[in-house]
């Protein structure tokens, strides 16, 4: 009854293991393909600046690099005695 019970919940798993599938990719948006155009939204005129100092802020000064570096200063400072 067990080995019945296996095979009756085993078989159709196995089919669909089987089945061919086909992937088909697509993108969410439609970007213009021109050369240097590899950006998901507007970045010419006022939005070009407005990014390039959000980016810059964010990675250099206040998040992903800025953070670690202040912490790696303040413990080498520790460190050599300094603070």
Do not use: C
Not at 31 to 50: C, I, M, Q, W
């Amino acid at each position: 009854m067990l080995s019945t019970t296996i095979k009756r919940r085993a078989l159709p798993a196995l089919r669909l293991a089987r089945a061919p599938t086909h992937v088909v990719s697509r993108r969410p948006y439609h970007v213009e393909n021109r050369l240097g155009n590899n950006f998901p939204f507007a970045y010419d005129g006022p939005s070009k600046t407005r990014f390039t100092i959000a980016y810059w802020g964010l990675l250099g000064g206040v998040g992903f690099l800025g953070i670690p570096g202040l912490a790696l200063w303040l413990q080498m400072g520790k460190h050599n005695g300094q603070l």
